[in-house]
């Protein structure tokens, strides 16, 4: 009886993501234009390999 | 007798619309004689004399007929110079019809795109992302848009220019608006907007008198004079600006406390409550010493207990409505509407370096409200937040505002904003001079930077300038033209000459859309010149040139892609090899030699940008590849790497990226942006992020940004790094769950 009456939500709705273009971000990658779609996609994380900074 | 006009339509004649035709070949001309009515007239009468003589019999007279009357009466009475420029006019809009003509057909098909696909199906349609293409007033922008740049080509832009265009060998940005003569963007100037009040057209807004009004009319001067601009609004010292609005908030608050504590004690009698408000109204600071106020409580310890406590509850209580007043600032900026109601404004804010209570009170809590998010906790998109990082106010563990640049870290880890900009880099330090926050260089979120003056030296300041437009050239096209990739080795001389060229044509291209805006009055930029936004513009009346008000704005020349560049000249980008570095800053340095000595011989502010390229980045690449092919490491996406960037899909590590980018920033005087790249456990590892930042302090670069993955969840609210699944809610994308699943999860955010 109860599962009959437990509601779904969230059915067809997508995970918004947040993307930096140009210095704005944007709130979804859908809004992006098809080249910076692939740029997004191709981004790689940067290391932080030997960072070490002067300031204390 | 009727007229048939150039479209076969047939109009009653009418001999005034000759007169004035011929009234405004005179006037139009540009000749040291000086003609008046007179000369007009003795024209217009041998022309209709003429009429009456050829056409007598006649019913009908083409257009051009009439025309050729007029220039054939010009050139035999002598008026050469009115007959040349009439004629030559004549042909260019003749030549522009045609032209134009010639598009519709492209046109058509363009208009059929917007009007019958949705946005995800065409590209065009997502050029800019911060406009919709699925809403109507976003289709009908587009529209407009599309006309505009066509009818832009065929009348108002040289041919040569526009094949170049076309071509891909240059980028003309925003080229839909340069027929209404548009600028590119504004830093304004809040404070002198306040000072007097303002009006957006229709009734005028008083100066505020509290923090909220501060905050709710900066949001409405960004949205109004965005609609004066093509590009986007910068507020060059937001902490500065906002803390006379705390301050008097403060004080009111401060007085009526004191007066409901006095009350409730009964002991208003006690004290000269005139004087109080008197010695309040002048107060400079919310930073106040209690025995300041000692001789109105000298001998009784129960009102010097009021002051105190008044004062605490007037601290609490300006600390929650500035909070309040940020809050709604980011909310206005993220759901007001401006441009036909196509698009958020695009705005900016810098900040960081205001040292006063009342500065610190704004940036701590405006951080605070960006933390918070909108209204279902989403991250806000607008404004863009620029953190201004500076040594001995907010950089050392000692400096004054350290803790908000913690903070700062701390709230960009979580929504991307603040992003960095350096005042210490040498390029911005050079103008900064102490307690004049003028002087502090800021930046346009997308990048922008306009602070170097040849046109009015006087004015080396943030405040009240910004970009007029901006033009890009293609540079990877000239790498494969005369690199490796096409020769046997890389003939540098040719790719020096190509592009000298190149930067000639965006020159000659800048000045012909410069005269376009120039030709423009006061009144056609109502709030950005008629509320004196733009420096210098306070005095300027509705029959004044605007030349010499914009001669202080940039006229920016930009490029993209030299990574794919030095790829085709030598086989390597930036990135990858020593040799490449040295090239890649000697092209750049070059192209930064030739802005300055354009400066100094137009005495205008050519400046080399690092173009934001966000429409830009798949056109030329995408013309590349039909003319040359697939070019591995060139062509081979469907993007060119912005501007001097290491490409994003080379493995590099943070410290070796800023290096190599750091020099670059330097060159372009136009506006810059370094990225950095992570994931979510250095996101969150405060020291960490505290790291990067430095380091690009200490790499010399001018604007930063660090991006990370925010993943949000519309359904539980969820806001972080998610992959398939929700973390928050355990929901796979498009998939539906229980609602008591979602509300469990919502209680567990509550607490945290």
């Given amino acids: 009886m109860k599962n009959e009456t437990t509601k779904l939500v969230g059915e067809g709705i997508g995970f918004e993501r947040i993307r930096r273009i140009t210095g704005y971000l944007v709130g979804t990658v859908d809004r992006f234009n098809n080249a910076k779609r692939e740029e997004e996609r191709n981004r790689r994380k940067h290391s932080l390999e030997g960072l070490k900074t002067s300031a204390q | ?752």
């Fill in chain 2, 1 to 752: 007798m009727k007229v048939i006009k150039r479209d076969g339509k047939k109009v009653d004649f009418d001999g005034e619309k000759i007169a004035l035709a011929i009234r405004k070949g005179f006037i139009n001309a540009i000749t040291n004689i000086a003609y008046n009515e007179e000369d007009h007239n003795k024209v217009y009468q041998a022309v209709m004399e003429d009429i009456e003589k050829e056409y007598d019999a006649e019913s009908e007279i083409p257009i051009e007929n009439i025309q050729d009357m007029i220039e054939n009466r010009l050139k035999s009475m002598g008026y050469t110079a009115i007959y040349e420029a009439f004629s030559r006019y004549r042909f260019r809009r003749s030549e522009s019809r045609k032209s134009f003509q010639n598009r519709q057909h492209k046109l058509m098909k363009a208009i059929e795109n917007l009007s019958l696909k949705s946005a995800s199906e065409e590209d065009s349609k997502r050029d800019n992302a911060n406009v919709d293409g699925n809403t109507p007033m976003g289709t009908m922008l587009q529209y407009g848009s599309t006309l505009s740049k066509e009818f832009a080509k065929s009348y108002l832009i040289s041919s040569r220019i526009s094949e170049a265009h076309d071509k891909g060998d240059i980028y003309i940005h925003d080229m839909d608006f340069l027929p209404m003569g548009t600028t590119t963007c504004c830093q304004i100037d809040l404070s002198k907007l306040f000072a007097h009040g303002f009006s957006t057209g229709h009734g005028h807004l008083r100066t505020p008198k509290d923090i909220m009004s501060y905050a709710a009319l900066a949001a409405i001067a960004i949205q109004s004079n965005q609609n004066d601009q093509h590009g986007g609004q910068s507020i060059p010292a937001f902490d500065y600006y906002m803390a006379p609005g705390v301050r008097i908030t403060f004080k009111k608050e401060f007085k009526q406390a004191l007066s409901e504590y006095l009350d409730l004690m009964e002991s208003t009698k006690k004290v000269d409550f005139d004087k109080i408000v008197k010695q309040i109204d002048e107060l400079q600071s919310i930073d106040i010493k209690m025995s300041d106020f000692k001789a109105h409580f000298d001998k009784d310890k129960n009102i010097e207990k009021i002051f105190k406590k008044a004062y605490d509850t007037a601290l609490k209580k300006t600390e929650r409505k500035t909070y309040q007043a940020m809050e709604g600032f980011v909310h206005n900026l993220n759901t007001m509407h401006s441009r036909a109601g196509a698009q958020v404004p695009f705005s900016s804010i810098n900040f960081g370096t205001d040292t006063s209570a009342e500065g610190r009170m704004v940036i701590k809590n405006y951080l605070y409200a960006l933390d918070a998010g909108l209204g279902k906790g989403e991250t806000p998109i607008f404004p863009i937040s620029i953190f201004k990082v500076k040594e001995g106010i907010n950089y050392f563990d000692k400096d004054p505002n350290f803790d908000l640049f913690e903070l700062s870290c701390k709230v960009s880890a979580k929504r991307l904003f603040p992003n960095f900009s350096f005042l210490d880099s040498p390029f911005n330090s050079q103008y900064y001079k102490k307690g004049d926050p003028n002087t502090e260089v800021a930046y346009m979120g997308c990048r922008t930077r306009v602070m170097g003056n040849v046109a009015n030296p006087d004015k080396e300041i943030a405040t009240g300038r910004g970009n007029m437009s901006f033009t890009s050239i293609n540079l990877p096209r000239l790498g494969i033209k005369h690199g490796l990739i096409t020769n046997d080795k890389a003939d540098m001389a040719a790719f020096y000459k190509e592009l000298d060229e190149k930067i000639e044509l965006v020159k000659d291209q800048l000045l012909e859309r410069f005269a376009i805006q120039c030709s423009k009055k006061k009144y056609n930029f109502p709030f950005l010149l008629g509320e004196g936004l733009f420096v210098d513009s306070e005095n300027l009346t509705d029959t004044d040139d605007i030349t010499p008000i914009l001669r202080n704005g940039s006229l920016a020349i930009g490029f993209i892609g030299l990574a794919e560049c030095l790829t085709a000249l030598i086989g390597k980008h930036h990135g990858e090899s020593e040799e490449a570095r040295k090239l890649g800053f000697e092209i750049v340095e070059h192209m930064r030699e030739r802005c300055d000595l354009l400066s100094k011989e137009y005495k205008l502010n050519f400046t080399l940008l690092a173009t934001p390229a966000e429409g830009l980045s798949g056109v030329f690449v995408g013309i590349d590849k039909s003319i040359y092919g697939i070019i591995p490491g060139v062509t081979d996406r469907k993007y060119y790497t912005n501007s001097f960037h290491v490409p994003v899909h080379y493995d590099i590590s943070i410290m070796d990226k800023l290096k190599i980018e750091g020099p670059y920033h330097a060159l372009t005087n136009g506006g810059h942006i370094s990225y950095i790249e992570v994931d979510g456990d250095t996101v969150n590892n405060l020291e960490a992020f505290k790291a990067i930042v430095r380091h690009m302090h200490d790499c010399r670069i001018g604007y930063g940004a660090i991006n990370h993955p925010v993943d949000r969840d519309p359904v539980c609210g969820y806001t972080g790094v998610i992959g398939d699944v929700c973390p928050g809610c355990g929901r796979h994308e498009s998939e539906g769950i229980p609602m008591e699943t979602v509300e469990a999860t919502r209680n567990e955010c509550a607490s945290c």
